[in-house]
């Protein structure tokens, strides 16, 4: 069974940079397709950005094209979102989510097997 941690969320203000990481544990990172989801008061979870089990596949939401970097870094396990030019609509909880998913690049929540726990990123103007 894997279990995500996200960190690096926190208040930062418009214009600025935060980058966020989701450590694995439980199993092997590279299996999996990995994405970052995001979700603000009263709207629907978003998947903003994934990345393919190499990592020499990524996508974004146009929202955060341009801004937005998604990584990964297999030998530790680990995911990243760097975010850069923030604005106050970037704020919401970020979550990591891994998806075994093959032949296709998951883009649902419910083709995410694992969840991390989310991590707060406010976007003060």
């Known amino acids: 069974q894997m279990q995500l941690v996200e960190s690096g969320g926190g208040l930062v203000q418009a214009g600025g940079s935060v980058r966020l990481s989701c450590a694995a544990s439980?199993?092997?990172?590279?299996?999996?397709?990995m994405g970052w989801f995001r979700q603000s008061p009263g709207k629907d979870r978003e998947l903003v950005a994934s990345?393919?089990?190499?990592?020499?596949?990524?996508g974004y939401v146009d929202a955060v094209k341009g801004r937005f970097t998604i990584s990964r870094d297999n030998a530790k396990n680990t995911v990243y979102l760097q975010m850069n030019s923030l604005k106050p609509e970037d704020t919401a909880v970020y979550y990591c989510?891994?998806?075994?998913?093959?032949?296709?690049?998951?883009?649902?929540?419910?083709?995410?097997?694992?969840w991390g726990q989310g991590t707060q990123v406010t976007v003060s103007s």
């Open positions: 439980g199993s092997t990172l590279r299996y999996y397709h």
């Open positions: 990345i393919s089990r190499s990592g020499g596949n990524t």
């Open positions: 989510a891994a998806s075994s998913v093959i032949n296709l690049t998951p883009r649902r929540n419910e083709q995410y097997n694992y």
